[in-house]
């Protein structure tokens, strides 16, 4: 076990180290010029060289790379161009409302994908089953933003249930802020919940014809116990694994939606660094979240490890 840990460990951490790579690179060739887009076009060149200077801009990019890449380790991560304070700082504040958002986006997800899949498997082949299915085939094919402009739509502007946007802040108390997370974590679990509920439904007649069942069965035990004790157990391991990887697609995916909600969180400081050319703050928020991908992979496939051992001898 502790070799398959050791292995698992070696290949996330090269795996981050690549994308860092790859990450910079991308990010060094982008065309502009920090320094230009901080003081503007009408900017002297000597304004210029002072900033380039101030930010480290005029050394090489490989002694870039190697500041970069050694303050990660001690949690420096340098000074954002545009609000010239520590990058650190800056996502830590935000991801206050970025985790949470996600979090709650992922459990209304697994609520509503893993009932639906149940209910469908249960009335196999039944009106009940087909119109859970046409549902879910909608909630797959809809982008999330698209599902926040309407839930804005119908529960602010015609109902004035939701706030349509902003966050007040943690401080002004927990009800205040999960109503106005509320709106975007639903749109942002639609489109997984529609896919838990398929994977569900398939991993539940999967289970549902093998011979313990039929055992169930034979032994006198109902429908809703044959699901609940022998069925569904056995089919929640493809859904957990899609459920861990799910959880970091809801992270990357707030981007558009927190634009669309106007929150405070990762998803709009990515696009709030895009629009300012902060290259500094731009690499850190994309290698957390190809990061946060990387790990969360790594955990499931630990997890598999732990549940199955013949996969920890599997290569990798």
């Known amino acids: 076990m502790l070799r398959f840990l050791a292995r698992r460990g070696l290949s996330m951490a090269a795996t981050l180290l690549v994308a860092a790579i790859v990450i910079f690179v991308v990010l060094e060739i982008l065309p502009g010029d920090p320094a230009v887009a901080m003081l503007g076009v009408s900017a002297t060149a000597e304004n210029v060289a002072a900033i380039r200077l ?9 002694t870039r790379f190697l500041y970069w890449i050694s303050g990660l380790f001690v949690g420096d991560l340098g000074i954002s161009y545009s609000y010239r304070v520590p990058v650190a700082q800056l996502i830590a504040e935000r991801l206050a409302v970025t985790v949470p958002l996600a979090l709650l986006a992922q459990m209304l997800a697994v609520l509503m994908g893993i009932t639906l899949g149940v209910f469908a498997a249960a009335r196999a082949h039944s009106r009940l089953d087909a119109g859970i299915m046409a549902l879910s085939q909608l909630g797959v094919a809809t982008p999330n933003f698209v599902f926040g402009i309407l839930l804005i739509l119908a529960f602010s502007l015609t109902l004035g249930w939701l706030p349509a946007g902003g966050f007040p802040g943690w401080g002004e108390g927990g009800w205040r802020a999960l ?17 838990l509920a398929r994977i569900t439904r398939s991993a539940m007649l999967e289970a549902l014809s093998e011979d313990f069942i ?29 459920i861990g990887l799910q959880f970091s697609f809801l992270v990357t995916g707030t981007i558009i939606v927190e634009n669309v909600f106007s929150l405070p969180g990762l998803g709009r400081l990515v696009i709030q660094a895009i629009g300012g050319h902060d290259v500094i703050l731009l690499k850190s928020l994309v290698l957390l979240f190809v990061g946060a991908v990387i790990v969360i ?14 996969l920890r001898k599997m290569p990798r």
């Open 214 to 242: 039929r055992t169930a069965r034979a032994k006198g035990l109902t429908r809703g116990q044959i699901i609940r004790r022998h069925a569904l157990p056995n089919a929640l391991v493809p859904v957990i694994t899609m």
């Open 54 to 62: 101030e930010l480290g801009l005029d050394k090489p990019a490989f």
């Open 297 to 310: 992979n790594a955990l499931v496939d630990i997890a598999y490890g732990i549940v199955d051992p013949r």
């Open 179 to 195: 109503r106005a997370l509320a709106l975007p974590a639903f749109s942002l679990s639609l489109p997984q919940a529609a896919i």
